[in-house]
């Protein structure tokens, strides 16, 4: 909702990042440091300065205290921080915590869930394929009554496929749920299963007959499950789940930003390479439980890699509390998003590519502005002592001195705003090119 947005956005912009532990540590020396040297600084001129020595003194000893400027620095991170994730929303990228503006720069490893993420999430049947003898049109009414009790996107294309058929699906009852398995439930008597390989093989179904022509299948991109009738292998049925027209673009501009790409899906290997083959992503992760994404993400993790993680399910949640950074699209499950660091309206990957643009452009804005705000410290509070009246005769007045610290805060609030101006990386309207295989299926035969 609009006030859940509005409620993120401040969130972020309220948010202390990880860098501003440095800024409060120097902060929190400085005023007592600034006092100390305004002392030191009247002591010296009443010591050895020139007639009037009381009036130097005074003058220099005030223009000290003055020309410091604590509010440079302690403007530097938060103006950066607010006009960058203001940016972002108008963007489409809600960073829910402030720290992830940060931790996304110093990510090297997106990692993708397939479903709804590089896929639309909205597959289609395209092939049913019976063991001989039995009836295509009775085995897949069976398969589809058992999966219209299921709410996955695979089951609802299934059911949605044997209706455009015209194909009457009974009633099943007794219907449970193997998560990262399969289905099963009681159909006309017969005990009906669907489900990948390994739940087959867990119920003592022989699939050698068909292990072919399901690894043909996936070899296309298309996701291949068994179905079993009181205990025999009847057939496999494939649906394909078109990659968003993004995808590919978006992935591209990943890599070209020195990110490496993965995938981690429940899959198997044949299905999740001929996507990755489409799309370019370079790691492939497949066969991945549920559970087992966090496992996964560890694994990238070797040699100390940062990961950000971006899903859109429910079984998302895990991986994208469990990452340096989690990036949920926003079309996703309100689970997902309430377990993510970054939230993506645009529901696609262009919103990750202009999510790191504008960490990593804020990011640097922040460091502009610290070494601003320390190097007019450092080199004006000595001008203003009157290190230059030796050598010159010049003596920094206390109104210049106001004039210089005023300067100060007003340049870092010019180049916070300077992110205003950030373009988005990618364009709404992902470019036209050859389409993608995967895109295109072929009717259920």
């Known amino acids: 909702t609009l006030a859940q947005i509005i409620r993120m956005v401040e969130d972020a912009q309220g948010a202390k990042l990880p860098i501003q532990g440095l800024v409060d540590r120097v902060t929190l020396w400085f005023v007592p440091a600034v006092m100390a040297l305004a002392a030191l600084t009247v002591v010296v001129w009443l010591l050895v300065g020139p007639d009037p020595a009381l009036t130097f003194a005074l003058v220099a000893g005030v223009s000290v205290l003055i020309i410091a400027c604590p509010c440079a620095m302690g403007l530097a991170t938060p103006t950066s921080i607010m006009v960058g994730t203001g940016r972002a929303a108008e963007m489409g990228v809600l960073f829910r915590k402030g720290d992830a503006l940060q931790e996304l720069s110093t990510v090297n490893v997106i990692a993708l869930d397939k479903t709804g993420t590089v896929t639309e999430g909205k597959p289609t049947l395209t092939d049913v394929i019976v063991a001989e003898g039995f009836d295509r049109d009775t085995v897949l009414g069976l398969i589809a009554a058992v999966e219209e009790q299921s709410e996955h996107p695979i089951a609802e294309a299934i059911v949605r496929g044997a209706r455009s058929e015209g194909i009457a699906v009974p009633t099943a009852s007794g219907f449970r749920s193997v998560t990262g398995y399969g289905v099963a439930a009681m159909v006309d008597g017969k005990e009906v299963l669907v489900g990948a390989d390994r739940y087959m093989i867990r119920e003592n179904v022989v699939i050698a007959s068909l292990v072919d022509t399901e690894k043909d299948l996936a070899s296309r991109g298309r996701t291949a499950l068994y179905a079993a009738v009181d205990g025999k292998l009847t057939a496999v049925i494939a649906v394909a789940d078109p990659v968003k027209p993004a995808s590919r673009d978006a992935i591209a501009a990943l890599h070209d930003r020195g990110f490496q790409v993965a995938m981690i899906t429940g899959d198997k290997q044949e299905t999740a390479e001929a996507i990755a083959r489409e799309t370019g992503i ?116 206390p109104v210049f001195a106001a004039g210089a610290m005023a300067l100060s805060s007003v340049s870092v609030l010019t180049n916070a705003l300077r992110l205003r101006r950030i373009a988005p990386a990618m364009n709404e309207t992902p470019k036209t090119g050859t389409p993608l295989t995967q895109a295109h299926t072929q009717p259920a035969e």
Do not use: C
Request: aromatic share 6%; no cysteine; net charge negative.
């Open 282 to 397: 370079d790691q492939v992760i497949a066969g991945v439980l549920p559970d087992g994404k966090v496992a996964a993400l560890d694994d990238l993790r070797a040699e100390g890699r940062k990961i950000a993680f971006v899903g859109d399910g429910i079984n998302d949640a895990p991986a994208l509390a469990h990452a340096d950074v989690g990036i949920a699209i926003g079309t996703g499950t309100d689970v997902a998003i309430e377990s993510a660091d970054v939230v993506l309206m645009s529901g696609d990957l262009r919103g990750v590519v202009n999510a790191v643009e504008v960490s990593k452009r804020t990011m640097s804005n922040i460091r502009q502005n610290l070494v601003w705000a320390f190097g007019y410290n450092v080199a004006l509070i000595p001008v203003a002592a009157g290190v230059l009246y030796p050598a010159f005769g010049l003596l920094l007045s």
